[in-house]
């Protein structure tokens, strides 16, 4: 399996076929084209040999020195074979030459796999009441780099 930088064309299979990474969850709104164009050297995909988007992970390094990770989605298919692992290990390596000392990701509190998934990397999980505003708790995740 190629691990590379995401293209257009993978962008566009991404939004294509969301319900394989995402379920009946509609992420579409969370996957804007900045990632890709403003943030494109930390855009990864996980091809299979056909070109198939098999997994990826949209983050940046932020002024505050963290590699930030916005997205990462494996499709249902192919999760539990290491590959968001695999998108995280070369996000780390990316994010440490352009200056990160750590990782941060966020989520909901009801997103029990992405807590696990998250956990699972050894990263510390904090709800933050009120992170997303009013009402809207967040889980924030902090972690060395892998």
Do not use: C
Request: hydrophobic share 40%; charged share 25%; aromatic share 10%.
């Amino acid at each position: 399996m190629e691990l590379a930088r995401a293209t257009p064309e993978d962008f566009g299979q991404i939004l294509a076929a969301q319900d394989e990474f995402w379920g009946d969850r509609d992420l579409r709104d969370r996957h804007h084209p900045m990632y890709l164009h403003e943030f494109g050297d930390t855009a990864l995909v996980l091809r299979e040999p056909d070109g198939t988007v098999a997994g990826y992970l949209f983050g940046f390094v932020a002024p505050t020195r963290v590699g930030y990770v916005h997205l990462v989605g494996v499709r249902v298919s192919r999760r539990r074979q290491g590959l968001g692992r695999r998108l995280y290990a070369e996000f780390s390596r990316l994010a440490a030459e352009r200056g990160a000392e750590s990782l941060k990701a966020i989520t909901t509190p009801s997103n029990t796999l992405s807590i696990a998934f998250h956990t699972g990397l050894g990263m510390h999980a904090e709800l933050v009441p009120g992170y997303g505003g009013p009402g809207e708790d967040r889980v924030i995740f902090h972690g060395d780099l892998v």
